[in-house]
């Protein structure tokens, strides 16, 4: 593939006429700030950047890309813990420019731009008592982890992200737009529900929102040493709990302020809950939550936008990130044993461990009905190492990959894709597991020549 160094200039100037938005090459003063993404341990360095505002800007990229044998890029919030939004020598093609939010209240759908961030269509909606499955950080990138399938606080009320897609604008890689739902281009709707960038570039996304406009709920801590029990009863909790109650499991360690000073450096079997039903129930339903006698809960009644802004201040772009994720089935004897261990020896203050249970709504489609092929797990775990200082970047990929290794014989198998790094085809394929063949079929048709490969990526079949 060609640098975009190596092409005429005469030729990316013709290109920079067909576009309404800006083109940011590395010789621009506001290169280095335009290749930052959220995790500060990437240091890709594009060759080129276009900063796209409309969807004839996107046609042009994409054309410009294949025309000239580039690598291509694609970049909406700039999460993904691979830095897969950035290429070097490449084209990024960057969609933040692409921002719109509009609420139908007929049918309480809600349209959104390919470049927004969550956070931006929680503010957007909240006011009309809605909401839409995502994250747990307000600051991802709505098309990021929505074709991922996006897992959150209301998956076990409202399903997945993508369970509440209903619409996406596309931009294929012969430069061509359509639009995917369930009676148009059905193929590419059912792969892009769980299948990532490989199929085209999303310019906009239709979803059906939920009425929630408050929740109850909150994080509460035990200490490490009880990781074992509350992971017991945990799991057996969570499974049997009403739809409208969802909780992640964490260890972690409280690296300071908000929480008070008792509390600081050191380490907790932790979970975050979220309850969408009636409020006058909450306290009801949390009473056997707290009967295990946390050694701090900070649960009450909260607008839902503050329980998905509750990390972001802890958790700002730029810090040092390394991933590792798998699915899991059960939480059995050795599996807590080694969180106890693992969590117990956190390296960094911001460094923790996840697991999200896929119970519920989520569990009730099925595992062919959308590319999102782990319907049947239990949860979703992943291990961060997280740090802002580069020095202890090697640190904290250590105790990631040691904890990861410890746990995966217990796996399923596969990972969330919107959790892995850049891990190589095997695990791409494992995290498909039996929907990745039908993958493989849908991009040969749409991308034969692969121009969408810097992602989690689906090769197309032979």
Avoid at 226 to 235: K, L
Avoid at 310 to 336: I, S
Wanted: glycine share 12%; net charge neutral; charged share 20%.
């Amino acid at each position: 593939m060609k640098a975009i160094r190596d092409i005429d200039l005469t030729i990316i100037d013709s290109f920079k006429s067909q576009l309404r938005g800006k083109v940011v090459m590395p010789t621009d003063g506001n290169y280095n700030k335009t290749r930052k993404v959220y995790n500060g341990m990437i240091d890709k360095r594009p060759g080129m950047f276009v900063m796209c505002v409309d969807v004839a800007d996107v046609i042009a990229s994409v054309n410009f890309g294949r025309e000239n044998d580039v690598l291509v890029a694609i970049r909406g919030g700039g999460h993904n813990g691979g830095g897969l939004g950035l290429c070097d020598a490449g084209m990024v093609i960057d969609l933040s420019g692409l921002k719109f939010i509009r609420v139908d209240t007929s049918n309480n759908t809600v349209r959104v731009g390919g470049g927004n961030l969550w956070g931006e269509v929680d503010h957007a909606i909240h006011p009309f008592g809605l909401a839409i499955p995502a994250g747990i950080i307000s600051t991802t990138g709505v098309g990021g982890l929505t074709l991922g399938g996006g897992v959150g606080h209301l998956s076990r009320k409202y399903g997945l992200t993508i369970d509440n897609l209903l619409e996406a604008d596309m931009v294929l890689a012969d430069g061509s737009f359509v639009i995917v739902n369930a009676n148009q281009n059905t193929d590419l709707f059912w792969a892009i529900r769980g299948g990532g960038s490989n199929f085209g570039i999303v310019t906009a996304f239709k979803f059906q929102a939920h009425p929630v406009k408050t929740v109850f709920g909150g994080p509460t801590l035990w200490p490490i040493e009880q990781t074992e029990e509350i992971m017991a009863w945990y799991h057996d909790f969570i499974t049997n709990a009403p739809d409208e109650l969802n909780g992640f499991i964490a260890t972690m360690t409280i690296p300071g302020p908000p929480f008070p000073e008792f509390l600081h450096l050191k380490q907790f079997c932790g979970i975050v809950w979220c309850y969408t039903g009636d409020m006058a129930k909450a306290k009801e339903a949390f009473k056997p939550i707290l009967a295990k006698n946390p050694i701090f809960e900070h649960v009450g009644e909260m607008p839902y936008p503050a329980i998905q802004t509750l990390f972001d201040g802890l958790m700002p772009p730029g810090m040092q990130w390394y991933w590792r994720a798998d699915f899991f089935n059960e939480l059995g004897a050795e599996v807590r044993a080694q969180h106890l261990k693992y969590g117990s020896n956190i390296p960094t203050p911001l460094s923790q461990m996840h697991l999200y249970p896929i119970s519920g709504a989520a569990s009730r489609i099925g595992k062919e009905e959308t590319a999102w092929a782990y319907r049947d797990a239990k949860y979703t775990g992943v291990i961060v190492g997280v740090d802002p200082d580069p020095v202890n970047a090697n640190k904290i990929t250590k105790w990631c990959k040691d904890y990861w290794e410890a746990l995966h014989d217990y796996s399923s198998g596969g990972a969330y894709s919107n959790f892995l790094m850049d891990e190589g085809q095997e695990r791409v394929k494992a995290s498909y597991r039996h929907n990745y063949d039908r993958l493989a079929q849908i991009k040969k048709q749409y991308d034969p020549n692969n121009l969408f490969k810097v992602n989690q990526n689906i090769k197309p079949s032979a």
